[in-house]
C-alpha cells in the first residue's frame, strides 16, 4: 500500500514557466516532508523540506506548500530552468527521533524544455 | 568535503550467491541509512544504524543484514540471492539519529542472473 503516491509519472514544462509537482500521502501520522531531486547515475539530492507545523517553506526558486487536511503536498520550482530536469520524490517520515525513515513516492520525471 | 561514498558501482551476482556493498558517510556523520530502489519505484527503507547500532528495520526478510563499524561506515549483506533483489541499492548518511535531511551516495547497482 503505498503511503506516499505521485500520480503524474512525468511533467514537461517550458523554460521560464513554472513546475508544480505534486504529492499526496494517506499515513496522518506524517510529520515531516522532504523533496529530493535525481539525475540519471546518482543518488537522490535533498532539495527542502517542511514540518508539519508549517504551511509554506521557501529556499530561492523552491518553495514547497503543505495542506495538512487534504494530505497534499507540492513543490513549486520558479522559473525553471533546464538544469532542473530530473526525476523528483516527496519522502514523509513520521517524527525525526529514533526508527526515523523516510517513506518515499514513486517519482514524477520533471522535463524543462528550452 | 566527500559526499556519500559507496562500492561497488556495479555488481552481477547468480541467485543463491551472498554479496555485501559498502557506504562510508560523510565525515562527521554518524547516523547510515540502506534504501532499495527497483526500477520505477522511488527508495524503499531497508536499515538504520547509528553509533553502530540498528534502529530501524523495514520490511525486508532476514536474508538482508547490515552492520556499522566504528568509523561510522557500513556493509549491507544480502544472503541468498533472489531474481527480485535486482536494485539499486542506496546508502544515506546523517549527522545524528534524528536528523530530517538524508545525503545519499551515487548507489550500487545489483543484477541478479
Known amino acids: 500500500d503505498q503511503q506516499v503516491k505521485q500520480n503524474s509519472p512525468s511533467l514537461s514544462v517550458q523554460e521560464g514557466r513554472i513546475s508544480i509537482l505534486n504529492c499526496d500521502y494517506t499515513?496522518?501520522?506524517?510529520?515531516?516532508f522532504l523533496w529530493y531531486k535525481k539525475y540519471p547515475a546518482e543518488g537522490p539530492t535533498f532539495l527542502i523540506s517542511i514540518s508539519s507545523i508549517k504551511d509554506k517553506n521557501e529556499d530561492g526558486r523552491f518553495t514547497v506548500f503543505l495542506n495538512k487536511s487534504a494530505k497534499h503536498l507540492s513543490l513549486h520550482i520558479v522559473p525553471s530552468q533546464p538544469g532542473d530536469s530530473a526525476v523528483y520524490f516527496c519522502a514523509a517520515s513520521v517524527g525525526r527521533g529514533s526508527n526515523y525513515k523516510l517513506t518515499f513516492g514513486k517519482g514524477t520525471l520533471l522535463t524543462v524544455n528550452p | 568535503d566527500a559526499g556519500v561514498t559507496q562500492s561497488p558501482t556495479h555488481l552481477i551476482k547468480t541467485r543463491g550467491q551472498h554479496v555485501t556493498l559498502r557506504c562510508s558517510p560523510i565525515s562527521g556523520h554518524k547516523s547510515v541509512s540502506w534504501y532499495q530502489q527497483v526500477l520505477g519505484q522511488g527508495p524503499q527503507f531497508i536499515f538504520q544504524y547509528y553509533e553502530k547500532e540498528e534502529r530501524g528495520r523495514g520490511n525486508f526478510p532476514d536474508r538482508f543484514s547490515a552492520r556499522q563499524f566504528p568509523n561510522y561506515s557500513s556493509e549491507l549483506n544480502v544472503n541468498a540471492l533472489l531474481l527480485g533483489d535486482s536494485a539499486l541499492y542506496l546508502c544515506a548518511s546523517s549527522f545524528a539519529l534524528a536528523s530530517g535531511e538524508q545525503y545519499f551516495g551515487p548507489g550500487t547497482r545489483l543484477t541478479v542472473t
Open positions: 499515513n496522518s501520522m506524517f510529520d515531516y
